[in-house]
């Protein structure tokens, strides 16, 4: 096993660890932003909020100056808060199953318990939208909690584009998808009384793209070897593309975020103490929330992880420059397009390209048992991955939300596993 210590000033023997950037502790303002705008939104009779999931075009709420609410970044707030496994054990008490999705059953348990925001609560919204972009499960679990709070709720219904789908089914999908957001939109309108700002919605889709375009700078960086930050860092401060793309106080701190990275990959420092990188990682999958540990922790055995799909994913390339209608055709094909509807044979391109642009050494794929349609298809990636880039995959069984599923002591053998696998095949 290659643990690694190094000499601390008075002697001792110190692990390695990631230095963080100089702006991450600035992640607070954008935090404190969102929660303090989501309060005033929720509090104020005249203000407008909604209940929105990952995948969903959050610059059309934008333009009706509706704030959107995020029930799974509430659910990551409660793991954080080690909230996530009694609220997931209340929903279970309430009938949910052992296997549903563990966002879904935190937001069950939060809303049913009423817990505070500061530990994961969200409050009630004034409508509720949601689509079936990346799961179905947002579908019926936001159907529920739109029936249990008594909110009107509309749903997109989207198609994928997967490899294979030609140009005239795509149209016709767009198509598909337009109509829908009219739907969309006489909707809002009849239950919040709000018309669309069709300037105000480009003039956030414009702002959402430069802020994507700076995470966009900073995974180039990460390309780097050594690697000047890792998933360590990327899996907190990717907060703003989630919840407030294309607002200020985010752009601001990301911009930062990705002047720390430059001048580190400028002067060839990578993210670990003494820059002694030895193990380049990708890890697949959403983090444990519960165990945020586990990234830093990597870096005693001399392993970054550079690349993660899930975190790269929150900045696909946004409308820029379109009048309404395209915007709205563009906006619908990025929704069909998104790494995590990417069928098998699409998804072992994706990834093998990842591993040579960021000169990967092992690959981790977290087998997510919330969350199948990142899980899908992983034993055959895994086999494609380790014959085409002759490097070792390993998969972990936990979940993103509850620490029932995760062992500290299984983890670390598996780890240090891995780590030696990792380091005869490099010899080899
Ligand atoms: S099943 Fe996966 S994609 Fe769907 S809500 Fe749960 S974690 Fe998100």
Same mark, same amino acid.
């Given at each position: ?154 749903? =997109? ?9 030609? *140009?005239?089914? %795509? $149209?016709?999908? /767009?198509?598909?998808?337009? +109509?829908?957001?009219?739907? =969309? ?9 709000? *018309?669309?700002? %069709? $300037?105000?919605? /480009?003039?956030?889709?414009? +702002? ?221």
């Amino acid at each position: 096993m290659n643990r690694k210590k190094t000499e601390s000033p008075r002697g001792e023997e110190e692990p390695i660890k990631i230095k963080t950037v100089e702006h991450a502790k600035d992640l607070k303002w954008p935090m404190i932003w969102y929660f303090l705008m989501g309060k005033l939104y929720s509090a104020l009779p005249w203000k407008k909020t909604a209940w929105t999931c990952a995948g969903f075009p959050l610059e059309l709420l934008i333009g009706f100056d509706i704030f959107p609410l995020h029930p799974e970044n509430m659910a990551t707030v409660a793991a954080a808060q080690k909230q996530s496994q009694r609220l997931i054990e209340h929903a279970e008490s309430m009938g949910y199953s052992r296997d549903l999705c563990s966002y879904c059953k935190t937001n069950f348990g939060a809303v049913d318990t009423g817990i505070k925001m500061s530990l994961g609560g969200i409050a009630k919204p004034d409508i509720i939208t949601c689509t079936n972009t990346i799961c179905d499960t947002h579908w019926k679990w936001f159907q529920i909690q739109a029936e249990k709070l008594k909110v009107p709720i509309f749903v =997109f219904d989207c198609p994928k584009i997967v490899s294979g789908t030609d *140009e005239r089914t %795509i $149209e016709g999908y /767009i198509n598909y998808m337009v +109509e829908q957001f009219y739907d =969309f939109f006489d909707f809002v309108k009849k239950h919040t009384g709000r *018309e669309l700002n %069709i $300037e105000k919605m /480009i003039r956030a889709s414009d +702002e959402s793209e430069r802020m994507s375009v700076i995470w966009r700078d900073i995974y180039e960086y990460r390309k780097c070897v050594p690697s000047p930050y890792s998933s360590a860092e990327t899996s907190a401060s990717f907060f703003p593309l989630v919840v407030m793309p294309g607002v200020k106080q985010g752009i601001k701190f990301l911009k930062n975020i990705r002047d720390d990275v430059r001048r580190r990959a400028e002067r060839g420092e990578g993210t670990l103490t003494r820059g002694e990188e030895r193990y380049r990682l990708l890890f697949e999958g959403i983090p444990f929330w519960y165990r945020m540990r586990f990234m830093y922790e990597l870096a005693q055995y001399r392993a970054v992880v550079t690349y993660e799909p899930y975190t790269f994913s929150f900045a696909p390339p946004k409308p820029v420059g379109l009048g309404y209608a395209e915007s709205l055709r563009k906006v619908a094909r990025i929704m069909m397009d998104l790494p995590y509807s990417y069928n098998l044979e699409k998804r072992i391109r994706y990834f093998e390209q990842a591993v040579r642009d960021y000169h990967i050494d092992g690959v981790i794929l977290h087998e997510n048992l919330s969350c199948r349609p990142s899980s899908t298809g992983m034993i055959d990636l895994k086999s494609a991955i380790q014959e085409d880039c002759g490097i070792p995959v390993l998969i972990v069984q936990c979940d993103m939300n509850d620490p029932r599923a995760y062992s500290d002591a299984q983890m670390k053998t598996r780890i240090e596993s891995f780590i030696e696998v990792m380091e005869k095949n490099r010899k080899k």
